[in-house]
RNA sequence: GGGCCUGUAGCUCAGUUGGUUAGAGCGCACGCCUGAUAAGCGUGAGGUGGUUGGUUCAACUCCAACCAGGCCCA
């Protein structure tokens, strides 16, 4: 029993029980101590710099799940990007302005809205917008994620704001920016334009009506079909669909042009039995045909084809009010129509209208019907419900009204030509987004720049009092950049335009009083510009950046927002390559959402497990597409986390307190087993590092995992045992064996860092090394290990391994049938059937009982039944050990009982014994 | 309705240019050990490859349709 104390056992601090929620906040401090960020660009201030922008996560609430994963992936680049020995300066950024802050403060605010100043509300907007940016940032300071949290970029900052009035200007300069008529979500009540987010639907039923617009110069009808009879006197065309067939019918309405696949259902709503065909025919044969208007007889429109016209309900012909609609307004933009929109701000008819001037346009609904069938053009009319917007404070139904906007072209000078040619010339990840990118910009409308809202940046343009013409200019909207810079964007509600711009005049009417614009600008408009304000601007970054990396909606958002004024200003892509992930969905793959309940906040989950947990999990899925979440997903990563953590602690264990800088030992030198798991690692660590560069994480978790559990845990370190703990401490054996250890662990914990960014650092506190860096974010990842590389020695053992399955397969027998327990109770016999594999053998014969942990190893030549198997160059069989069992090393040797002063000890034991005392 | 994506064991992932009995780890079951012990080791059972057709001597792998889910538009 006393022997036992004579066993080299492992021994450490380094505690099992990992507590991450307390370890996480100590390392967490030490970091803040050390100064982690900034310690780490001065330890690599003379490398190559890599540069990832951040895309600025909107600073409304506390971040979510998904935000989390998208930044744990991008510090999963940094971190390994920085091992490898880059610069990785980090700016995280805010997006600060825009709607869902104005609308939660205008919520909060209720009633009172009404008695604030704008400048008031913004202030309020300011300070929401400011307490989110602070809450998020501890948040991904939580989750170990390195940046320059003292230093972030926000979009409401002087600078930034400055910058973006900067860009506005460039892109005036450049002919980008035209004004425009586009219609918008519109309250009459409020008096106010609304966001998409401010709208709700209620069931509604309204009028459906058809109506005969005749043709000029022949007696024939379109039979068209609208829900929104007040739409009508800004009617300046007709769609039908360009794949559908049309016919003409004889009726008693007078012939009559219908979609052919709703003529029996409008021959059955018309009640009308003597309806028949008479012709068939195609969109394409009444191309730009021109009929009469159906309200203004002075006026005419024309028929053009749109795949929005729906082939289930109405008459396959549909009335386009370009100034009313949104398709109707982009297919207006496709067809150039007139964009006409006659209705008030608060919902009447304007004086252009004459009928119907100053009513409001439901109440015009009841009069355009009762007039249409006074005419005999109505001949039609039913109710039809569906959804229909509302405003999401008053209630009341909505309508699309057509608003002078601004807008950024991109067809001027080429752009969208451009843009497509920055798209190939990107390299997309996965490959796949970039057909998605490239569809969407092929296709995309102009850009609506404008925003009828209080808390954004506004749009520095000015109007003459005098005949209303806009003044946009690049000297006066520079003007206006530095009064921002020097006073934040709320000088332009607070001065006057004199003060802002000084002396303008009029290009038009020469006049020299002005009016500032109110509209703001759409908040995509400012993230955009971070590639300039942030990349351009700060100098320890480089413009393109490296790296964008978002989640997959950000195609229609930041990547192409960006990519849009990058190359308006630039000609070039503000990034080289772009990476997308999926969605981090619930554990059933549906959507997350507060009103289903399957939200998981990543406070949460840092609390009860720790961030390292979700970081395994983010590290171990597939994220181009999109992933379920959950905790009983989690608890698969806990499993996990703990078996890496506890063959760490056991490697730092068995290194114990060995000073490692006296061990030297020559490759040609080392143990065979040693050599053997030094090439595995080296060959494996290659595969990990090329996962790395492709960014796929999922790889080099599985990668690194698999080599913990396959030859670290169940094999190498297994087998280890006996010799650490049995061989005398300065044996070359023992010695072997522990720098092995200690190689392995000193680049693992390299590799794992940045996915376990804690742990390896709670590790490498523990880890005796020479010259210790203050963090093992400090180290570098290089290719000496390469030098351990044998493919000789790996393919031996690859036939070893499988001569090792047979071993246990053979010992599990034996246990099951009650013979031994353990496998050192029993011995090996071995039996090569060829030379190549007596040879071989032979050459590791002095291992092999280590290799399949039994106590003896015989090779001799085969003798008995037993050996059936002929499909193996070897026999195998395993018998209960002979010998007698040593009281030390536990193994039954022939040798226990030879030593004089030792009779219970084995050979090796008993030297071993000896030589400590 | 359109563009793009996803669907292999309970879970997370592998599967080279179509070619033998579809692999791994986890989990699970059973067993061993008690000198990694709130650990460690072994053995084993789990798959109609979303569905249905088609191409082919041969398909998880190619094609089509459909189903389910996701993002972005409409």
Same mark, same amino acid.
């Given at each position: 029993?006393?022997?036992?104390?004579?066993?080299?056992?492992?021994?450490?601090?380094?505690?099992?029980?990992?507590?991450?929620?307390?370890?996480?906040?100590?390392?967490?401090?030490?970091?803040?101590?050390?100064?982690?960020?900034?310690?780490?660009?001065?330890?690599?201030?003379?490398?190559?710099?890599?540069?990832?922008?951040?895309?600025?996560?909107?600073?409304?609430?506390?971040?979510?799940?998904?935000?989390?994963?998208?930044?744990?992936?991008?510090?999963?680049?940094?971190?390994?990007?920085?091992?490898?020995?880059?610069?990785?300066?980090?700016?995280?950024?805010?997006?600060?302005?825009?709607?869902?802050?104005?609308?939660?403060?205008?919520?909060?605010?209720?009633?009172?809205?009404?008695?604030?100043?704008?400048?008031?509300?913004?202030?309020?907007?300011?300070?929401?917008?400011?307490?989110?940016?602070?809450?998020?940032?501890?948040?991904?300071?939580?989750?170990?994620?390195?940046?320059?949290?003292?230093?972030?970029?926000?979009?409401?900052?002087?600078?930034?704001?400055?910058?973006?009035?900067?860009?506005?200007?460039?892109?005036?300069?450049?002919?980008?920016?035209?004004?425009?008529?586009?219609?918008?979500?519109?309250?009459?009540?409020?008096?106010?334009?609304?966001?998409?987010?401010?709208?709700?639907?209620?069931?509604?039923?309204?009028?459906?009506?058809?109506?005969?617009?005749?043709?000029?110069?022949?007696?024939?009808?379109?039979?068209?079909?609208?829900?929104?009879?007040?739409?009508?006197?800004?009617?300046?065309?007709?769609?039908?669909?360009?794949?559908?067939?049309?016919?003409?019918?004889?009726?008693?309405?007078?012939?009559?042009?219908?979609?052919?696949?709703?003529?029996?259902?409008?021959?059955?709503?018309?009640?009308?039995?003597?309806?028949?065909?008479?012709?068939?025919?195609? $969109?394409?044969?009444?191309?730009?045909?021109?009929?009469?208007?159906?309200?203004?007889?002075?006026?005419?429109?024309?028929?053009?084809?749109?795949?929005?016209?729906?082939?289930?309900?109405?008459?396959?012909?549909?009335?386009?009010?370009?100034?009313?609609?949104?398709?109707?307004?982009?297919?207006?933009?496709?067809?150039?129509?007139?964009?006409?929109?006659?209705?008030?701000?608060?919902?009447?008819?304007?004086?252009?209208?004459?009928?119907?001037?100053?009513?409001?346009?439901?109440?015009?609904?009841?009069?355009?019907?009762?007039?249409?069938? /006074?005419?005999?053009?109505?001949?039609?009319?039913?109710?039809?419900?569906?959804?229909?917007?509302?405003?999401?404070?008053?209630?009341?139904?909505?309508?699309?009204? $057509?608003?002078?906007?601004?807008?950024?072209?991109?067809?001027?000078?080429?752009?969208?030509?451009?843009?497509?040619?920055?798209?190939?010339?990107?390299?997309?990840?996965?490959?796949?987004?970039?057909?998605?990118?490239?569809?969407?910009?092929?296709?995309?409308?102009?850009?609506?720049?404008?925003?009828?809202?209080?808390?954004?940046?506004?749009?520095?343009?000015?109007?003459?009092?005098?005949?209303?013409?806009?003044?946009?200019?690049?000297?006066?909207?520079?003007?206006?950049?530095?009064?921002? +810079?020097?006073?934040?964007?709320?000088?332009?509600?607070?001065?006057?335009?004199?003060? +802002?711009?000084?002396?303008?005049?009029?290009?038009?009417?020469?006049?020299?009083?002005?009016?500032?614009?109110?509209?703001?600008?759409?908040?995509?408009?400012?993230?955009?510009?971070?590639?300039?304000?942030?990349?351009?601007?700060?100098?320890?970054?480089?413009?393109?950046?490296?790296?964008?990396?978002?989640?997959?909606?950000?195609?229609?958002?930041?990547?192409?927002?960006? /990519?849009?004024?990058?190359?308006?200003?630039?000609?070039?892509?503000?990034?080289?390559?772009?990476?997308?992930?999926?969605?981090?969905?619930?554990?059933?793959?549906?959507?997350?959402?507060?009103?289903?309940?399957?939200?998981?906040?990543?406070?949460?989950?840092?609390?009860?497990?720790?961030?390292?947990?979700?970081?395994?999990?983010?590290?171990?899925?597939?994220?181009?597409?999109?992933?379920?979440?959950?905790?009983?997903?989690?608890?698969?990563? +806990?499993?996990?986390?703990?078996?890496?953590?506890?063959?760490?602690?056991?490697?730092?264990?068995?290194?114990?307190?060995?000073?490692?800088?006296?061990?030297?030992?020559?490759?040609?030198?080392?143990?065979?087993?040693?050599?053997?798991?030094?090439?595995?690692?080296?060959?494996?660590?290659?595969?990990?590092?090329?996962?790395?560069?492709?960014?796929?994480?999922?790889?080099?978790?599985?990668?690194?995992?698999?080599?913990?559990?396959?030859?670290?845990?169940?094999?190498? /370190?297994?087998?280890?045992?006996?010799?650490?703990?049995?061989?005398?401490?300065?044996?070359?054996?023992?010695?072997?064996?522990?720098?092995?250890?200690?190689?392995?662990?000193?680049?693992?914990?390299?590799?794992?860092?940045?996915? /376990?960014?804690?742990?390896?650092?709670?590790?490498?506190?523990?880890?005796?090394?020479?010259?210790?860096?203050?963090?093992?974010?400090?180290?570098?990842?290089?290719?000496?290990?390469?030098?351990?590389?044998?493919?000789?020695?790996?393919?031996?053992?690859?036939?070893?391994?499988?001569?090792?399955?047979?071993?246990?397969?053979?010992?599990?027998?034996?246990?099951?049938?009650?013979?031994?327990?353990?496998?050192?109770?029993?011995?090996?016999?071995?039996?090569?059937?060829?030379?190549?594999?007596?040879?071989?053998?032979?050459?590791?014969?002095?291992?092999?009982?280590?290799?399949?942990?039994?106590?003896?190893?015989?090779?001799?030549?085969?003798?008995?039944?037993?050996?059936?198997?002929?499909?193996?160059?070897? $026999?195998?069989?395993?018998?209960? $050990?002979?010998?007698?069992?040593?009281?030390?090393?536990?193994?039954?040797?022939?040798?226990?009982?030879?030593?004089?002063?030792?009779?219970?000890?084995?050979?090796?034991?008993?030297?071993?014994?000896?030589?400590?005392?």
């Amino acid at each position: 029993m006393e022997y036992k104390n004579t066993l080299n056992l492992p021994k450490t601090d380094f505690p099992m029980k990992a507590n991450l929620p307390v370890m996480e906040l100590e390392i967490q401090k030490y970091w803040d101590e050390i100064n982690i960020y900034d310690a780490l660009l001065e330890e690599r201030k003379d490398s190559d710099l890599y540069v990832l922008h951040d895309g600025p996560p909107y600073a409304n609430g506390h971040i979510h799940i998904g935000t989390a994963f998208n930044k744990i992936l991008k510090d999963f680049i940094i971190k390994y990007k920085n091992i490898r020995g880059f610069r990785t300066p980090y700016i995280p950024g805010w997006d600060c302005h825009g709607m869902p802050i104005e609308h939660n403060v205008t919520k909060e605010l209720g009633p009172k809205i009404k008695e604030i100043s704008k400048l008031e509300l913004r202030k309020k907007c300011r300070e929401y917008a400011d307490k989110f940016v602070n809450i998020q940032k501890g948040e991904f300071k939580r989750l170990g994620v390195f940046g320059d949290w003292g230093n972030p970029y926000i979009t409401m900052s002087n600078v930034y704001e400055a910058d973006i009035i900067d860009n506005f200007g460039k892109l005036v300069e450049k002919n980008f920016i035209y004004r425009g008529l586009r219609p918008i979500h519109w309250c009459m009540k409020c008096q106010t334009a609304l966001a998409g987010n401010e709208i709700e639907y209620e069931d509604k039923e309204s009028p459906s009506i058809f109506v005969k617009y005749k043709w000029v110069g022949e007696n024939k009808f379109f039979l068209i079909w609208t829900t929104t009879p007040w739409t009508l006197p800004a009617n300046v065309a007709v769609a039908m669909h360009p794949d559908e067939d049309y016919v003409e019918v004889d009726s008693s309405f007078g012939s009559l042009v219908m979609m052919k696949k709703l003529f029996e259902s409008v021959k059955g709503k018309l009640n009308d039995l003597s309806m028949k065909i008479v012709k068939e025919t195609k $969109a394409k044969d009444y191309l730009d045909k021109i009929y009469l208007h159906p309200i203004d007889a002075n006026r005419t429109g024309r028929v053009i084809t749109a795949d929005f016209v729906t082939t289930d309900t109405g008459t396959g012909i549909v009335h386009i009010a370009p100034g009313h609609g949104y398709d109707d307004y982009q297919a207006g933009i496709k067809f150039n129509l007139d964009i006409i929109s006659p209705v008030e701000k608060d919902g009447t008819f304007s004086q252009s209208v004459e009928k119907y001037a100053g009513i409001n346009v439901f109440k015009a609904n009841a009069a355009i019907i009762e007039d249409l069938k /006074l005419e005999g053009s109505l001949i039609f009319e039913e109710k039809f419900s569906h959804s229909y917007p509302v405003c999401w404070r008053c209630k009341s139904e909505l309508i699309f009204r $057509a608003t002078e906007q601004w807008f950024l072209d991109v067809e001027k000078s080429n752009l969208r030509e451009r843009l497509l040619r920055e798209i190939d010339s990107t390299k997309w990840i996965p490959a796949w987004s970039k057909e998605r990118i490239y569809n969407m910009v092929k296709t995309r409308p102009d850009w609506c720049l404008s925003r009828q809202r209080s808390w954004g940046v506004p749009l520095p343009v000015l109007y003459c009092k005098k005949c209303g013409s806009p003044h946009i200019k690049k000297s006066t909207i520079d003007k206006v950049r530095d009064e921002v +810079l020097k006073h934040g964007s709320d000088i332009w509600f607070e001065k006057e335009t004199k003060e +802002l711009v000084g002396e303008i005049k009029c290009d038009k009417c020469g006049g020299t009083e002005f009016e500032k614009e109110t509209n703001i600008f759409d908040v995509w408009f400012d993230s955009a510009l971070s590639h300039s304000a942030v990349v351009k601007k700060r100098p320890d970054l480089r413009w393109p950046s490296d790296l964008y990396l978002e989640a997959v909606d950000q195609h229609r958002g930041w990547f192409q927002v960006s /990519l849009i004024v990058s190359t308006a200003t630039d000609d070039r892509a503000p990034y080289k390559e772009v990476l997308t992930h999926g969605l981090i969905l619930d554990k059933n793959m549906k959507k997350m959402s507060k009103s289903l309940g399957n939200v998981f906040s990543p406070e949460m989950i840092c609390k009860k497990y720790g961030a390292e947990i979700i970081r395994l999990w983010f590290a171990s899925i597939d994220y181009t597409s999109d992933a379920p979440f959950g905790e009983e997903l989690l608890k698969t990563s +806990l499993d996990t986390y703990f078996k890496i953590r506890n063959t760490i602690r056991f490697m730092l264990g068995n290194l114990g307190e060995n000073d490692l800088s006296k061990i030297k030992i020559e490759k040609e030198e080392m143990h065979k087993l040693d050599r053997y798991i030094l090439s595995r690692y080296a060959r494996t660590r290659k595969r990990i590092l090329e996962y790395y560069d492709n960014y796929e994480f999922h790889k080099v978790f599985r990668e690194f995992y698999n080599f913990i559990v396959n030859d670290l845990s169940s094999f190498y /370190l297994d087998v280890l045992k006996d010799r650490l703990y049995t061989y005398a401490k300065d044996s070359k054996e023992r010695q072997s064996g522990l720098y092995t250890v200690y190689l392995l662990l000193n680049d693992m914990l390299k590799q794992i860092g940045p996915i /376990l960014p804690f742990t390896a650092e709670q590790a490498y506190m523990h880890f005796k090394k020479p010259e210790k860096k203050k963090s093992v974010h400090m180290e570098t990842i290089d290719n000496t290990f390469d030098s351990y590389l044998d493919a000789k020695i790996e393919e031996n053992f690859d036939f070893l391994n499988s001569v090792r399955g047979n071993a246990l397969m053979a010992l599990e027998k034996m246990r099951n049938s009650g013979e031994i327990g353990k496998s050192v109770e029993a011995d090996i016999i071995l039996s090569p059937r060829n030379e190549e594999t007596r040879k071989l053998f032979e050459e590791y014969k002095d291992i092999l009982s280590q290799i399949f942990i039994v106590s003896n190893v015989e090779i001799k030549d085969e003798t008995g039944e037993e050996f059936q198997d002929r499909k193996l160059s070897y $026999a195998l069989k395993a018998e209960k $050990a002979e010998g007698e069992k040593c009281a030390r090393c536990w193994l039954y040797l022939d040798t226990v009982g030879q030593d004089e002063k030792h009779p219970q000890l084995c050979e090796k034991c008993a030297e071993a014994v000896k030589s400590e005392v």
